[in-house]
């Protein structure tokens, strides 16, 4: 089992893992501080046991290298804005420097620690990267979900390490909604998957076919669902190798008595690029040569809301269409608003990847949702039922 926050000793210093990797634009200001805000109640519980969070998370990929582009300091700045207390930024998560912030800190204070990816022992899951960060503390805390499934030194190694560890606030809502999908959901249940390419969902999606009561397949790993299913889909992305994999999901559900549906039109144009004007077009009709499909159409979203509307378990990843592009983002918008209307109608929904949760956000429906996942590719495997490392190493025994 893992401990949860209110079963280890707060009353110190705890060194608390979050996922703070957020956008920045090019002056460093922060486009999206939804990780942070989501964090922040695990924080504020360990303030008022009268303990001093010790932060540290990534942010982009540096490569193990120090890049001034990637620094948390923006990240700090802001943080400290939000709880309104004084935060103790370190130039550098290990070593003389970190240890003198975390000395200095007093209770109601914080320190955050610089970007985890500046030294290559991150991501190798260094024990002796995780030693280091360790030093002197002995409670360890994962509230950083969108990193589980990632076998890092600061998510594992770290955690072999600590005397006392347990999951944060926001890890136990993402496992809790989570498991609901996986044990317990109310039918029917609709699962609705877009996003780019077949070749990162597969597993999850075989996984959702056995859970789920209709699975709605949108955004570019459609083209190759379509093109396996003998529709002409012109110069759309198409992974070509999975063709095989793709008949056999479809098969599968069928010999299930499972529903898969695929869109029935698109938006298509010669080039995915913001200027365009797209044209709509019938995919029993196939889509002609030199032209590429961008975003699934009316009558497919007509589809896909009926049956949403119907759902009483709805879980939602990935845009159905390339959404950065203005022409190609009223699909995903019109879906967005759709779950959030089942929502309040009494259904469950769960959503999850950035532009699914950008289209939310963009419509002014993220309160309207049950549950937003902070992680992406982490909810994804969970669903698929892998083992998450982050997760695993927190059931296993510690030092003490």
């Known amino acids: 089992m893992i401990r949860r926050l209110s079963e280890l000793p707060l009353d110190r210093h705890v060194l608390v893992r979050v996922d703070f990797n957020v956008p920045l634009d090019a002056n460093g200001d922060i486009r999206d501080d939804t990780r942070i805000r ?29 890049r001034p582009e990637y620094s948390l300091a923006p990240v700090a700045r802001h943080l400290a804005t939000l709880l309104d207390c004084t935060v103790h930024f370190a130039p550098d998560c290990i070593g003389e420097l970190a240890q003198r912030n975390i000395a200095d800190a007093r209770p109601g204070e914080l320190v955050m620690l610089e970007n985890l ?25 994962n509230d950083a979900f969108g990193a589980a499934h990632r076998a890092h030194a600061s998510v594992v190694a770290l955690a072999r390490l600590a005397r006392w560890k347990g999951m944060g606030l926001l890890m136990e809502r993402e496992i809790t909604a989570l498991n609901r999908l996986l044990y317990a959901p109310e039918r029917p249940y609709v699962a609705l998957v877009g996003g780019a390419k077949v070749s990162d969902k597969l597993e999850v999606l075989h996984a959702l076919l056995q859970r789920c009561d209709v699975l709605l397949l949108g955004g570019g790993l459609a083209f190759t669902f379509l093109k396996a299913h003998g529709i002409h889909v012109g110069n759309s992305l ?43 077009v019938a995919l029993a009709d196939g889509i002609p040569e030199g032209w ?14 009926e049956q949403l509307r119907q759902a009483r378990t709805i879980f939602w990843n990935g845009p159905l269409g390339v959404y950065e592009l203005e022409p190609f983002r009223e699909s995903t918008l019109m879906i967005a608003r759709t779950i959030a209307e089942a929502t309040r109608r009494g259904a469950f929904s769960l959503v999850g990847g950035g532009d699914s949760v950008a289209a939310l956000r ?18 994804l495997e969970f669903l698929a039922g892998r083992t998450l490392p982050g997760l695993a190493a927190l059931e296993e025994d510690g030092q003490s």
């Open 292 to 305: 590429k499909g961008g975003d699934i159409g009316p009558r497919t979203v007509a589809l896909f809301a």
């Open 238 to 280: 198409v992974e070509e190798e999975l063709l095989p994999a793709a008949r056999k999901l479809l098969e599968d559900a069928r010999a299930q008595g499972k529903s898969v549906l695929l869109p029935v039109d698109a938006r298509i144009a010669p080039e995915l690029s913001p200027a365009v004007s797209p044209q709509v």
């Open 362 to 379: 963009q419509s002014g429906l993220s309160e309207a949702i049950s549950h937003i996942s902070t992680g992406g590719g982490a909810a």
């Open 117 to 141: 990816r500046f030294h290559p022992g991150e991501e190798a899951n260094d024990p002796a990267f995780a030693a280091q960060l360790a030093n002197g503390i002995e409670v360890y805390v």
């Open 38 to 66: 989501e964090a922040i109640p695990t924080l504020r519980a360990i303030h008022s046991a009268g303990g001093i969070p010790v932060v540290i998370s990534h942010l982009g990929r540096p490569k193990g290298k120090r």
